[in-house]
C-alpha cells in the first residue's frame, strides 16, 4: 500500500449569532479558511454550542445555523476538500470541554478580555456561566481534532493562547501525546478589519449601525456605508494605520477583492480624492455581494443539500473526536466502558 503524505490538520468555526456574517469575518477569516482548505485536512464548524452562551431565540438560532452554513459555501469553502459540520452534532465537544475546564484555573477565564467586554456589556450578574467557560469549549474544539493550525482573526489571539496552555499544561501531566498543541494562523494584513463608522475600533458582529458591512446587506446598503465611510485629515491615499485609520482600512479591503497590492492602490490613486476611492471600492464590494448571496440563496433553496453535507461531515468529525476523547479519558484516569475489570 502506498501511504499518502498526511497533510496537517486545521480548524476553525463562527458563531451563528446573525442572520449574517460580517464582511469582517469574511476578510479576517474565510478567506483564510478557503486558501488553506487546498493543504490542509481542514475541519470548519458552525459553533452552535457557543451561540447559545447569549441565550437565543431557539427559531433564530436554527434559521441563523443554516445560513451560516450556507454563508460558507457561498464564501467559497468547499465540502469535497473539507469537512463541514455543526459542534453540536459531536457530542465529543461538549465532553472534552468538562475535562479540560477542571484543569482551568477560575483566574485565567477571568482574565479573558472578550468575556470582560461581553460581560461588562450586560453586567456581571447577568452573563452565563457558558459565556464564562467559552474559551474551554473553544479548547475542546481545537484540541479535540490535534489542530496543528487555527485560521482566526486577530480577536481570537488570546482564546488561543489559553488552548496552547491547556495543552501543554495537560501534556505534562498527563503525557507528552496528550494533545497536540495548536499554532494560531492570523494574517497580519487582514486579521483586523475596522468599523467604517470608528476606524480604530474593531468591525463588531453586534454593531447595528453603518459601520459594520454585512455580507447579506443589500449591495446598494453596503455600498452606500462605504461611500459614508468616516476617512482621515489630509487628501493622500496612502496605507498608514496611525495617521490614516480609515483609508488604510478601505485599501485592505479592497486588495482582498480585487487581489492588487497595497502599492499597486497607492499608486493607481496618486493625485485622486478619497471620493474617487470609495466609489470605486463600494461597486466593488456591491458586485461581490451580489454573487455571494446568489451563492448563499441556491445553497438555503436546497435544504436536501445542507443536511447532506451535514450529515457527512459530522459522521467524519465524530470519528475523528471519538478517537482522541478515548485517549484523553483514558489519560486522566476514567475507565473505558467494560474493560474495568479486565
Ligand atoms: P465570530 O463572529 O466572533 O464568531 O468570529 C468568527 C471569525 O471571524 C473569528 O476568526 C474572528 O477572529 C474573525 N473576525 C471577527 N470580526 C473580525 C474583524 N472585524 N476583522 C477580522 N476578523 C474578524
Ligand atoms: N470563539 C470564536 C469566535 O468567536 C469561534 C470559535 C469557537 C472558534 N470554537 C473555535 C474559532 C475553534 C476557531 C477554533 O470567533
Given at each position: 500500500m502506498t501511504s499518502q503524505p498526511t497533510r496537517q490538520r486545521i480548524l476553525s468555526g463562527m458563531q451563528p449569532t446573525n442572520d449574517s456574517l460580517s464582511i469582517g469575518n469574511y476578510i479576517g477569516a474565510m478567506t483564510q479558511w478557503v486558501a488553506l482548505q487546498e493543504n490542509y485536512d481542514a475541519f470548519y464548524m458552525v459553533v452552535d454550542l457557543h451561540a447559545l452562551t447569549v441565550n437565543p431565540d431557539p427559531e433564530k438560532l436554527k434559521t441563523r445555523t443554516r445560513s451560516t452554513l450556507a454563508q460558507y459555501l457561498a464564501g467559497g469553502v468547499d465540502p469535497s476538500r473539507s469537512t463541514l459540520f455543526l459542534q453540536s452534532h459531536v457530542p465529543a465537544h461538549a465532553e472534552l470541554a468538562w475535562i479540560l475546564s477542571c484543569n482551568t484555573g477560575f483566574g485565567e477565564l477571568g482574565r479573558m478580555t472578550q468575556f470582560k467586554d461581553k460581560s461588562a456589556k450586560q453586567g456581571i450578574e447577568g452573563a452565563s456561566a457558558g459565556l464564562f467557560t467559552y474559551p474551554v469549549l473553544m479548547a475542546a474544539d481545537i484540541l479535540l481534532y490535534d489542530s496543528a493550525l487555527v485560521p482566526v482573526g486577530e480577536d481570537q489571539r488570546q482564546h488561543l493562547e489559553l488552548t496552547r496552555n491547556l495543552a501543554e499544561r495537560m501534556n505534562s501531566r498527563f503525557g507528552e501525546d496528550t494533545f497536540v498543541v495548536p499554532e494560531p494562523h492570523i494574517v497580519k494584513a487582514v486579521a483586523k478589519v475596522y468599523d467604517?463608522?470608528?476606524?480604530?475600533?474593531k468591525m463588531s458582529k453586534s454593531e447595528v449601525g453603518k459601520g459594520t458591512i454585512w455580507l447579506m446587506d443589500p449591495p446598494k446598503v453596503a455600498a452606500k456605508k462605504i461611500k459614508s465611510a468616516v476617512t482621515d485629515a489630509g487628501t493622500e491615499i496612502r496605507f498608514d494605520r496611525e495617521e490614516k485609520p480609515g483609508v488604510s482600512n478601505l485599501l485592505t479591503m479592497y486588495s482582498v477583492f480585487t487581489g492588487q497590492t497595497i502599492e499597486q492602490l497607492e499608486q493607481e490613486y496618486a493625485g485622486k480624492q478619497y471620493g474617487h476611492l470609495k466609489v470605486d471600492l463600494a461597486e466593488i464590494v456591491a458586485d461581490f455581494l451580489t454573487q455571494f448571496q446568489g451563492e448563499v440563496h441556491r445553497y438555503l433553496d436546497d435544504p436536501a443539500e445542507l443536511d447532506r453535507i451535514l450529515a457527512t461531515g459530522a459522521a467524519k468529525a465524530q470519528a475523528v473526536a471519538q478517537e482522541t476523547l478515548a485517549r484523553v479519558y483514558d489519560r486522566v484516569g476514567l475507565l473505558a466502558p467494560g474493560h474495568g475489570v479486565a
Open positions: 467604517l463608522q470608528q476606524p480604530t475600533a
